[in-house]
């Protein structure tokens, strides 16, 4: 089971078992143990490295053993005694209490070295004081936490494959209750993709150095934090020299700041966390037992953040604050300016802020307005970027984010509009990986871009008084399409329009003739309807097509290479960059082709690449031969069970494993399924074409709903009719004798189908234990590479189809005339006339007729 299997079977699990508790409180109990049972594991692993056996820790791992508590206190910052591990918790079966957990939290909180706590002191407090809630009583609290320990148990918490795995199913997990959280998911989640931007761009700006400080005043899950490490760790290459400030408001969403931070493997030295207001009371700067011996500011080298919008606060006593002194206290009714100059007052002079807000902070009037063209009369305001709106989950306004920066060596501003750029997904909308890119791209870049940025001079910010409202300098929404009159009464395409298709013609040359018969008047006609076959067939679409391959050409054996050859060493976080970086110098000379795209179609398939890499790296290449089961949950006697309902592939697909090695069972297999349909087709029509007479009938033969036959009421009512009878086609006799040759015929080839597909599964099963090693290599060509390669190539098509689309278009724009519409009106008027004139009836009603053929225009025809 890969790590997305195992974070969404524990998701769907507590989904299950949390009941009636809201996913908001859930989540502590859920995150809070598998917290334990990192610390856990922790202990028993650094034992196990100092030679201790496994049989020797119930004796060593005792309070009573001063000289191991120093030991692990010393290295870990914390103690555990064996009796309050957490694998021991698990052994001890029926005999596990509710007791047990609260004891070894408090044994925790007794233990914690005291250098240690700022990091550990108080973290459990959330889960202690919440382990009522899991019951009514002892007895169902007891039987809830051992739900949650064996859920999570599966979970490795062991090297760099354990903090990744584990980082990777407690953000998962994080998002999950987020979805499920409503209004309240604000306090602790910031999208993935929006913490992916912001990090992109910090990273960028901190390029180079060797040590990093970061600071997160509103640090919620801690998760934009982690992305902004991660982001900068690549540039780095040490991640041991990034420091991470962290502060948050509620005691539960600070706790999980600290646990996801300890759990990524930052080291305890490089995390300084504070439960506190963040506006009402800044960073501490001292140490309070001596405030004037340690004072010492606190500035970094990035400040990020997705605080509370427009929350009320005190800015009363707050004038000489010098967070807040040069540019101005924002309304007591809405603190985003107050976060925002909290945050800016503590970034280096080379450093940067990326902070998140609503659109309101970009043209609010008031003291916001004042401290808003401080901020642009400072030269602070680097780049604002104007996101889609229902992208937060708890909200559904527009967002952007605003990077800002002490000292800049430049004095305009980017305006990025990429509210248009993404993919809804239920409820909400989800930047893609090309939308994250361009957004990232076009910062580093800082050009125009049409319809997406713009690079705007201060000057002309202030004829526009300091609004910064993204729309009065770019907006991606498009213009509404032009309507030529003459075209629209006449018909033909104008030309002008043809026109604003130029990039294609550009990159497409005798294409637009080959497509138009342009007239001297500037309209044109469609020399052939049939646009596809035009299109795809020219000189010039092929040439696109083969100008594509070529760029390609050597791409497969390089990722063969690198990837297939190089599978258990290739370094996965770092990969897809470099892949990226590569598939952009190859698609840029290539017109009509979206670099965006190709990187889109690589991030998709990157996904399913680097976590097979990641299988691979930890179990090697027998890892391609193994089949895990499919564990679903199902409702079975009103209940929610996890059953297995088949078999899968934990590297190689059954699909891909039958397509190269077992094509002539798949083909069976297949014919088999289209003789079903077909069959049940049959059935169908036969049953359209039952008249309700007939249906009355056969009532008995016939489901309830009408649309199925009852197979053995069929062969009942069969086996009475008179064997000598011809029955007349369309009787009920008729429809049963079909019916019944039909529904023996479905049985017999769903038998068949049964047997193949059970066979099918059989031989892939058989066929992936087996594989050889020049199969395995086959394998993954086939999924990695083949299908990759296979994607981009199709990139020309995708124009090409844009292009017939828009042509189309074009043609129905304009395809019916409105000066033959009104002929057409005018013979249909006047042929209703004509039938009007034909009536006979009463006085009153042939008054009628007149006046309705008066209208009409028609008078009346003899």
Request: glycine share 6%; net charge negative; proline share 4%.
């Amino acid at each position: 089971m890969d790590k997305q299997q195992l974070a969404n079977r524990i998701w769907e699990s507590a989904n299950v078992m949390r009941s009636k508790i809201e996913a908001n409180e859930y989540k502590d109990y859920i995150l809070g143990f598998i917290f334990y049972k990192f610390l856990s594991d922790q202990v028993e692993q650094l034992l196990l490295s100092a030679d201790a056996e496994p049989e020797d820790l119930p004796e060593v791992l005792t309070e009573d053993d001063q000289e191991t508590v120093a030991y692990v206190r010393y290295n870990l910052g914390y103690f555990m005694a064996y009796e309050n591990l957490y694998s021991t918790w698990l052994k001890k079966g029926n005999d596990f209490n509710v007791a047990n957990v609260r004891d070894g939290l408090a044994a925790f909180e007794r233990l914690i070295l005291p250098e240690r706590k700022p990091v550990f002191d108080g973290i459990f407090d959330t889960l202690q004081t919440g382990l009522s809630k899991l019951g009514s009583n002892a007895t169902e609290q007891t039987k809830a936490i051992k739900k949650v320990l064996e859920l999570i148990n599966d979970i490795p918490t062991d090297g760099k494959q354990g903090y990744d795995v584990l980082g990777y199913i407690y953000e998962y997990l994080i998002e999950k209750f987020a979805a499920n959280a409503g209004k309240k998911a604000g306090e602790f989640y910031t999208p993935h993709e929006v913490s992916l931007v912001m990090s992109h761009i910090i990273a960028d700006h901190l390029a180079g150095r060797s040590e990093i400080q970061i600071y997160d005043p509103t640090s919620g899950s801690g998760s934009l934090l982690l992305n902004i490490g991660q982001a900068v760790a690549k540039h780095m290459g040490d991640p041991d020299r990034i420091k991470y400030f962290a502060q948050e408001l509620k005691e539960n969403t600070y706790n999980l700041t600290r646990m996801n931070l300890v759990m990524r493997g930052i080291k305890a030295d490089n995390i300084v966390t504070r439960c506190g207001d963040s506006l009402a009371h800044d960073w501490p700067m001292f140490d309070e037992r001596d405030p004037v011996q340690t004072y010492q500011p606190l500035y970094v080298d990035a400040v990020v953040s997705n605080p509370p919008y427009s929350q009320n606060w005190e800015p009363e006593g707050n004038e000489s604050d010098p967070r807040f002194a040069r540019f101005g206290l924002a309304p007591k009714t809405k603190a985003d300016y107050a976060f925002l100059l909290h945050e800016l007052f503590h970034v280096k002079p080379d450093g940067i802020l990326t902070i998140v807000l609503p659109h309101g902070v970009l043209f609010r009037g008031g003291s916001e307005a004042e401290i808003r063209q401080k901020l642009v009369e400072f030269n602070h305001v680097d780049t604002i970027i104007g996101l889609p709106a229902n992208i937060f989950y708890g909200t559904g306004i527009a967002t952007t984010i605003l990077v800002l920066k002490q000292k800049r060596d430049r004095d305009d501003v980017l305006f990025i509009d990429a509210s248009q750029g993404f993919v809804k997904q239920g409820k909400h909308n989800h930047l893609r990986a090309r939308d994250i890119q361009r957004i990232v791209d076009t910062v580093h870049n800082r050009v125009d871009v049409e319809h997406f940025a713009r690079v705007v001079t201060r000057d002309e910010i202030r004829d526009n008084d300091f609004n910064l409202n993204i729309p009065r300098y770019v907006s991606a929404t498009l213009p509404p399409e032009p309507v030529d009159l003459y075209a629209t009464m006449h018909g033909g395409i104008p030309v002008s329009e043809i026109d604003e298709l130029s990039e294609y013609w550009e990159a497409l040359p005798g294409l637009r003739e080959a497509l138009f018969d342009e007239q001297d008047n500037g309209y044109a006609q469609l020399r052939d309807t049939d646009l596809k076959t035009v299109i795809t067939g020219h000189a010039s679409s092929v040439a696109l097509e083969e100008q594509t391959h070529a760029v390609l050409a050597d791409l497969p054996e390089k990722l063969t290479g690198l990837l297939v050859h190089g599978a258990e060493t290739v370094p996965i976080n770092t990969t897809e960059d470099q892949l990226k970086s590569d598939l952009f110098a190859r698609l840029a000379p290539v017109p009509l082709v979206d670099v965006y795209g190709g990187y889109q179609i690589l991030n998709d398939h990157w996904t399913t690449i680097a976590n097979d890499l990641d299988i691979i790296q930890t179990e090697g290449r027998d890892a391609v031969r193994v089949v895990d089961p499919v564990m679903e949950w199902k409702t079975k006697d009103k209940k929610k069970v996890y059953i297995q309902t088949g078999w899968e592939g934990r590297v190689a697909p059954f699909a891909l494993v039958q397509q190269l090695f077992l094509p002539e069972l798949e083909h069976e297999v297949a014919a088999l399924t289209r003789d079903v349909d077909s069959v049940a087709g049959e059935l169908s029509q036969l049953i359209e074409g039952l008249t309700e007479e007939n249906k009355t009938e056969l009532g008995k033969e016939l489901n309830d709903k009408q649309d199925a036959f009852k197979k053995t009421e069929v062969n009942k009512a069969v086996k009475e009719l008179p064997d000598d009878t011809q029955w007349p086609e369309g009787s009920s006799e008729a429809a049963l004798i079909e019916a019944k040759r039909l529904l023996a015929q479905q049985t017999k080839v769903k038998g068949q189908l049964k047997k193949a597909e059970q066979q099918l599964e059989d031989d892939t099963i058989a066929t992936i234990h087996g594989l050889t090693d020049a199969q395995v290599e086959q394998v993954l060509t086939a999924k990695w590479v083949t299908a990759l390669t296979s994607d981009l190539a199709d990139m020309p098509a995708h124009a090409l189809r844009e292009l017939d689309r828009r042509v189309q278009a074009l043609h129905d724009k304009y395809a019916v005339a409105l000066t033959d519409i009104a002929v057409e009106i005018e013979q249909m008027e006047s042929e209703l006339s004509g039938l009007l004139g034909g009536l006979v009836g009463s006085d009153t009603d042939m008054q009628a007729v007149a006046t309705l053929q008066g209208l009409l225009g028609g008078g009346s025809h003899e």
